[in-house]
């Protein structure tokens, strides 16, 4: 599991910093072009692809503070979660 911090630098673009992997702390950060839908009001989806070859699709919901976050890595691998999502500035 992961904690990162996802700063949206427009609705194309997202910069995020993996701040933890499996219980340990790091500081990985890449800015990536994103797509983004608004599935409803604060209901997105958001897909990128990361410099290493991870697909992301996440479902980020901020009404009910929860994530979905699916991810194939670049050998075809693929990855889901769920987890807390904190909206820090609006």
Do not use: C
């Amino acid at each position: 599991m992961a904690k990162a911090i996802l700063h949206f630098q427009s609705e194309t673009s997202l910069t995020f910093t993996i701040t933890e992997k499996d219980g340990k702390e790091v500081d990985e950060t890449e800015t990536v072009a994103i797509k983004l839908t608004e599935l409803r009001p604060q209901l997105y989806m958001a897909t990128w692809k990361e410099k290493n070859g991870n697909t992301i699709t996440q479902v980020q919901d901020y009404e009910n503070e929860v994530i979905y976050s699916n991810w194939t890595l670049p050998g075809g691998e693929f990855n889901n979660v769920k987890g807390t999502l904190k909206q820090v500035r609006k």
